[in-house]
């Protein structure tokens, strides 16, 4: 969370996602666009974002929201036979 410009204004909750080069691009954007309700175009643009970048942190509103989203993730990637993950964090 430290570097510069990856925590969005006024963050407080959500999900951190890493890029993983081993998932594919149309697993993560089928496991996003479930877990978080977002349209296919949403999240395809959400994963690109994550592969550009790295990583993107996704606001929530709540740490319980996010851990719910982030178990949504890891549980619809893990369906598909594929270890992509991602973490619940709070910034204080």
Known sequence: LE?????P????????VLND?????EVVVTAL???LSLSYTAATRVMLEIHDK?????????????EQAAERIVSAAR???HTFGCRAVSVE
């Open 3 to 7: 570097r510069e410009g990856y925590v």
């Open 9 to 16: 204004t006024g963050f407080q909750h959500g999900i951190e």
């Open 21 to 25: 080069n081993t998932t594919p691009m």
């Open 33 to 35: 666009s479930q877990a």
């Open 54 to 66: 790295g990583g993107k942190l996704i606001p929530t509103s709540s740490r319980a929201e996010a």
């Open 79 to 81: 369906l598909r036979g």
